[in-house]
């Protein structure tokens, strides 16, 4: 559908990533704000439960997925809200390129987005909570990439339409968090098993949905996301 | 099916009486009849249906939970999902009043579900709640149409409304196997079908009646709920059509659906 000269999905969609990745590195507001708020739940997490009752090792996974899903939340709102201020989702649609590379590149910096929130609190949990984790690092990438498209492919859909209601940001989670639920459980649970030292090939049933989830999401929130915009 | 009839009707009489629709007082037979058949349904259930043996008197909820059950989370829920597909492909917007008619019951009869499950729990399970598969899956279809009135609600242009409700709806659909699966993996407490199941149903023949009778007045309950929701919203948007073009006439006012 791209008119000639115009890029590929693919080539316009890194191009909007670079735009939106762009501005939240000049301005760092929502990242820090997610960073912060991140460690902040860490830390809150760690004092609300009876640290002599429930080991830290069994806390963690919960904690760690429950953090990512919310400082998730908070950039996910910024993704569309930072194209409502003069009206910018006009020119970005006015643009020669597919609706869908909107979506995939808007989606793609969220990724980013995520994945870096998730570098600084996954060894930040591993410092607080105590938690051996050099054993399993590869594994628990799998599940934050896994997890984090996921998350992302919803969370960008859902961003693209809250911004436009009356509710804007409280909606955003209403929508989003039930969604969050195959995302939530699986990444806990098989984090939990890899904690408790056991084989990668027990946390698989839980690895599978992850996967089953995100192509079926990233797939049907892109083909979803030309019916929000239209006239 | 039952929609497809009462819809055509509702067509041509909304077709006819457009302007009129405001000041119309039929009375609802339907509903009438529907909520009869309910109540025909408690006191055959209570007076004349036989006490299980096992559980007691607890057991005579199921008469109410498996059908509201039943009709709130598969037909409802489909009939959201399905209408919301059509919508997107065709742009009608009685499919659109459908989906949200629709929604509106099926989080009432959802809701239905998740207070008589406890209520039954409670004798039974000896715990009000437990994180059973169902449960689970029960309770986060209540969230996701829950969020889906919300959004409907905190969008004014009817357009946008009807297209991001429609999204949700299909997105919601597809979701289902999803927390079901997760949830399956946690062991489920939850008793197994008695009616849908491959084999013979496994009740004493005056149970089944009561089952049926249930079943047969819940969905008639349901079809006159949806048909009612669904002839008011008509109304709202009439009357929302009146206000645009009078205001329009009068030009001294933006023209803004007022609701």
């Known amino acids: ?231 | 099916m039952t929609m497809t009839a009462s819809t055509r009707a509702e067509r041509a009489s909304t077709e006819h009486a457009r302007p009129s629709t405001r000041s119309d007082g039929r009375t609802d037979w339907l509903l009438i009849a529907a909520v009869l058949a309910f109540i025909a349904t408690l006191v055959r259930a209570v007076a004349f249906t036989p006490i299980e043996a096992t559980q007691g008197a607890a057991q005579k909820i199921f008469y109410i939970h498996a059908p509201s059950a039943f009709i709130g989370l598969y037909v409802a829920f489909g009939l959201v999902a399905v209408s919301g597909l059509l919508y997107l492909w065709l742009r009608d917007e009685r499919l659109d009043r459908i989906a949200a008619s629709s929604a509106e019951v099926g989080v009432v009869y959802t809701t239905v579900v998740l207070v008589t499950g406890p209520i039954w729990g409670k004798p039974i399970w000896g715990t009000w709640w437990t994180w059973d598969a169902r449960l689970t899956l029960t309770l986060f279809l209540w969230f996701v149409y829950l969020g889906y009135l919300i959004l409907r609600g905190a969008i004014e242009d009817p357009g946008v409304r009807a297209r991001y409700s429609a999204v949700l709806g299909v997105l919601g659909a597809l979701l289902v196997p999803f927390i079901h699966l997760s949830v399956y993996l946690f062991r489920t407490l939850h008793p197994m079908p008695i009616i849908l199941k491959p084999s013979e149903p496994s009740l004493p023949p005056q149970m089944l009646a009561t089952f049926f009778m249930a079943f047969a007045s819940f969905m008639l309950l349901y079809v006159a709920l949806v048909r009612a929701r669904y002839r008011l919203a008509g109304i709202v948007e009439s009357l929302d059509d009146d206000v645009v073009s009078e205001t329009a006439s009068v030009g001294a006012l933006r023209a803004e659906p007022v609701r």
């Open chain 1, 1 to 231: 559908m791209s008119a000639t000269g115009a890029p590929g999905v693919l080539a316009a969609a890194a191009m909007i990533a670079r735009k939106d990745l762009a501005i939240e590195f000049r301005t760092r507001s929502a990242f820090l704000a997610a960073l912060v708020f991140s460690l902040l739940a860490i830390v809150i997490f760690y004092f609300a439960w009876d640290a002599t009752a429930v080991s830290a090792a069994d806390l963690a996974p919960g904690v760690l997925w429950v953090i990512f899903t919310f400082s998730g939340l908070l950039g996910l709102h910024r993704s569309f809200g930072v194209e409502a201020a003069d009206r910018a989702i006009d020119g970005l649609l006015a643009s020669p390129v597919d609706r869908e590379a909107v979506f995939l590149g808007k989606a793609l910096a969220n990724l980013v987005f995520v994945l870096g929130v998730q570098a600084i609190a996954i060894p930040a949990v591993a410092l607080f909570y105590n938690l051996p984790l050099t054993h399993v690092v590869g594994p628990l990438l799998l599940i934050a990439l896994l997890a984090a498209i996921g998350l992302v492919a919803v969370g960008t859909l859902f961003s693209a339409m809250a911004a436009n209601t009356r509710l804007a940001e409280l909606l955003l989670p209403v929508l989003s968090l039930p969604f969050f639920v195959p995302i939530v459980l699986p990444a806990a649970q098989s984090t939990a098993r890899l904690l408790a030292g056991r084989p990668v090939a027990e946390a698989m049933s839980w690895l599978r949905i992850l996967i089953a989830f995100d192509i079926v999401f990233v797939v049907a929130c892109a083909l979803a996301y030309p019916f929000t915009l239209e006239d």
